[in-house]
C-alpha cells in the first residue's frame, strides 16, 4: 500500500504540474489576445491618421494650385486693362489699321475667353451698392437719383476668381448731400475764445 500511495503522490505531483503549465498557458493566451487587440487598436488609428493626412494635403494641393493661378491672373491683368484701353482709343482709318486693330480684338478676345474658362468673373459696379469688399471708391459724387453709397461710374474693373477676389474694382459712389443749417447754426452760436476788437 505504500507503493501505491507514493504512485498517487507521484500522479497528484504531476497533475499539480500540467494544471500549472496549462495556468501559465491560458494566462500566456490572454496576454497574446491583449496585444493583438492593442495593435489591431493601433492599426486603425494609423490608417485613420494616414486617411486624414492625404485628404489634407490633397487639399493644400488643391489651394496652392489655385493661389498660383489667381497670383498669374491678377499679373495679367493690367495686360487685358490696356487691350480694352487700345479698344476705346483706337479708330482706325485705313484698312491696314483696321486688320491690326482686329488683330488686337482677337487676342483681346482670346485672353478674355481663357480666363472665362479658369473661371475668372468681373465684380458687379454701376448700379451696384458699394461693397468695399469688392470696390476701392476713389470719388464720391452727390446724387439725389440714386440711393446713397450706389456705384455711379467704373473706372477699372474687379476681378475675382471663385470667391477670392483678384482685384477691388475702382468706381465713384454717390451719396446724398444732407442740409446742414443746423451745423452752422451751433457753430453761428459758440462763443470765440480770442476777441479780435480794439
Given at each position: 500500500?505504500?507503493?501505491?500511495?507514493?504512485?498517487?503522490?507521484?500522479?497528484?505531483?504531476d497533475l499539480r504540474d500540467q494544471l500549472a503549465a496549462s495556468a501559465g498557458v491560458a494566462s500566456k493566451a490572454e496576454g497574446l489576445e491583449g496585444s493583438l487587440a492593442a495593435s489591431k487598436d493601433q492599426l486603425l488609428r494609423?490608417?485613420?491618421?494616414?486617411?486624414?493626412?492625404?485628404?489634407?494635403?490633397?487639399?493644400e494641393k488643391d489651394e496652392l494650385s489655385s493661389r498660383a493661378k489667381g497670383d498669374v491672373i491678377a499679373g495679367l491683368l493690367p495686360c487685358l486693362d490696356n487691350f480694352e484701353l487700345a479698344r476705346t482709343q483706337v479708330k482706325p482709318e485705313t484698312e491696314?489699321?483696321?486688320?491690326?486693330?482686329?488683330?488686337?480684338?482677337?487676342?483681346?478676345?482670346?485672353?478674355?475667353?481663357?480666363?472665362?474658362?479658369?473661371?475668372?468673373?468681373?465684380?458687379?459696379?454701376?448700379g451696384a451698392p458699394f461693397d468695399p469688399e469688392l470696390h476701392e471708391a476713389i470719388m464720391r459724387e452727390p446724387s439725389d437719383d440714386v440711393p446713397d453709397g450706389?456705384?455711379?461710374?467704373?473706372?477699372?474693373?474687379?476681378?475675382?476668381?471663385?470667391?477670392?477676389?483678384?482685384?477691388?474694382?475702382?468706381?465713384?459712389?454717390?451719396?446724398?448731400?444732407?442740409?446742414?443749417?443746423a451745423a452752422s447754426a451751433d457753430t453761428d452760436s459758440?462763443?470765440?475764445s480770442i476777441d479780435e476788437s480794439p
Amino acid at each position: 500500500m505504500g507503493e501505491l500511495l507514493a504512485e498517487l503522490e507521484g500522479e497528484l505531483f504531476d497533475l499539480r504540474d500540467q494544471l500549472a503549465a496549462s495556468a501559465g498557458v491560458a494566462s500566456k493566451a490572454e496576454g497574446l489576445e491583449g496585444s493583438l487587440a492593442a495593435s489591431k487598436d493601433q492599426l486603425l488609428r494609423l490608417t485613420a491618421d494616414f486617411e486624414n493626412f492625404r485628404k489634407r494635403t490633397a487639399a493644400e494641393k488643391d489651394e496652392l494650385s489655385s493661389r498660383a493661378k489667381g497670383d498669374v491672373i491678377a499679373g495679367l491683368l493690367p495686360c487685358l486693362d490696356n487691350f480694352e484701353l487700345a479698344r476705346t482709343q483706337v479708330k482706325p482709318e485705313t484698312e491696314g489699321e483696321q486688320k491690326i486693330n482686329n488683330s488686337y480684338q482677337g487676342l483681346y478676345k482670346q485672353m478674355v475667353d481663357i480666363m472665362k474658362g479658369l473661371g475668372v468673373e468681373t465684380v458687379d459696379t454701376v448700379g451696384a451698392p458699394f461693397d468695399p469688399e469688392l470696390h476701392e471708391a476713389i470719388m464720391r459724387e452727390p446724387s439725389d437719383d440714386v440711393p446713397d453709397g450706389t456705384v455711379l461710374l467704373e473706372f477699372r474693373k474687379g476681378f475675382r476668381m471663385g470667391e477670392r477676389l483678384l482685384r477691388p474694382a475702382m468706381v465713384k459712389v454717390s451719396f446724398r448731400e444732407e442740409a446742414a443749417p443746423a451745423a452752422s447754426a451751433d457753430t453761428d452760436s459758440e462763443p470765440n475764445s480770442i476777441d479780435e476788437s480794439p
